[in-house]
């Protein structure tokens, strides 16, 4: 295999397929007449659609990069810089994710701005201060260009108006998908840290945000209600669960990998999906079935599952068979994944601000299938022609 520290492609690929799916669903939410399987299932509804194990997965490839990361960092000298990172890093992810969350309570009828200029500045201001500058000679450039960055955002905080009249300017509503990613890093990051790696330990972090998260939907965490919107480790343990489980997983390879046991991985990763799956169902009948908007234990349980089993093909047609080379046209989602997300937070604005439609038959049915594909396609080709032109976001 290829040098493990430096990349591991069968992440990298799992991380790919993901951002597209990611994409691909968010644009075809929406679209009529098309398959209700693919797109996520209503609040109360016990369902599972596709959409609502994307996420899921992408918490699970979250933490199955963690020990990777870390791994490539102690090899370094600042490697006591790494609990800084960590925070820094979270910061940010939560910092963004609060005003994604923003964005839906804009108020168009009382701000100076229309909401897709709104949110079209917003999206820029952090293409600004999260560029990657290390490609740049010039220092000025990049403060100037991060100045602006700055100047946008504060300027789009001054202007910023809510639809909800006891909160009329920016405020906690939740905390977005990033913000979730950064909670979720930030507590299963620090967990690995500071327990060294132990696989022990992560196991028993796993077991314990998955409990978390069965006991809050059981009413046995009801305390902590007066803080769970704020601190997101006092929310149901959903998110955490998830990471945890990479987590582990991403230990236990490499300890099977270094003792050449990998065909043992395949044994513990399909015994945990099973035993999740059952576990999964069986919760489903006492906890309000499987529902992704109220994180449900069922959906916790499932949709890790369902993480496991694939993270298990990505590594057999990967890592054991050396075949990369198939998801080479959507890499650019895996290893630019950032701004892979970011990018249609600038289309979609543009979209109604040139009041742009599409012909009838991409709107619906099949044809709104194609035009949803083909939009994931085209954010991961934009993503790679910007990493071509050392166009990259880091945090």
């Not at 450039?141 to 909160?167: F, M, N, W």
């Not at 489980?245 to 945990?272: H, P």
Request: proline fraction near 4%; glycine fraction near 6%.
């Amino acid at each position: 295999m290829s040098n493990l520290i430096n990349r591991i492609r069968s992440i990298d690929a799992f991380r790919a397929v993901t951002m597209f799916l990611m994409i691909f669903v968010n644009d075809l939410d929406g679209v009529p007449n098309t398959p209700q399987w693919l797109k996520h299932a209503a609040v109360m509804d016990d369902a599972l659609g596709l959409a609502d194990t994307i996420f899921p997965a992408f918490l699970f490839i979250v933490g199955l990069s963690i020990p990777y990361a870390f791994a490539k960092r102690h090899n370094s000298d600042d490697a006591v810089k790494i609990p800084m990172r960590i925070i820094t890093r979270s910061f940010a992810l939560i910092f963004i994710g609060f005003f994604h969350a923003n964005m839906e309570t804009y108020n168009d009828e009382t701000t100076i701005l229309p909401k897709p200029v709104w949110d079209s500045l917003a999206t820029f201001s952090f293409f600004f201060i999260f560029l990657d500058y290390r490609y740049w000679q010039s220092k000025w450039g990049r403060y100037i260009l991060q100045g602006l960055g700055v100047a946008l955002l504060i300027a789009v905080c001054l202007v910023y108006k809510s639809t909800d009249p006891e909160h009329p300017w920016l405020h906690l509503t939740w905390w977005g998908i990033l913000g979730l990613i950064g909670w979720s890093y930030l507590v299963c990051a620090l967990i690995y840290y500071y327990s060294n790696g132990l696989l022990w330990v992560q196991a028993a972090a796993w077991i314990f945000f998955m409990f978390f998260n069965i006991d809050y939907h059981f009413g046995m965490l009801t305390f902590l209600n007066p803080i769970q919107k704020y601190v997101w480790i006092s929310g149901n343990g959903a998110m955490q669960a998830f990471t945890m489980a990479g987590v582990f997983v991403s230990v236990l390879y490499m300890r099977l990998n270094k003792a050449k046991e990998m065909k043992l991985l395949w044994v513990a990763m399909l015994l945990m999906a099973v035993i999740l799956f059952n576990l999964g169902f069986i919760v489903r009948y006492f906890s309000g079935g499987i529902s992704k908007a109220r994180d449900t234990p069922s959906w916790v349980l499932i949709c890790t599952g369902i993480s496991l089993v694939a993270y298990a093909f990505f590594v057999f047609v990967v890592d054991i068979k050396n075949q990369y080379r198939l998801f080479k046209p959507i890499e650019p989602a895996g290893v630019g994944t950032f701004m892979c997300y970011l990018l249609p937070f600038l289309f979609y604005p543009l979209y109604s601000m040139t009041d742009f439609n599409y012909p009838e038959f991409l709107d619906q049915g099949t044809g709104g299938l194609i035009r949803s594909l083909l939009f994931s396609f085209a954010i991961v080709w934009l993503t790679g022609l910007l990493q071509r032109l050392n166009i990259r976001l880091k945090i």
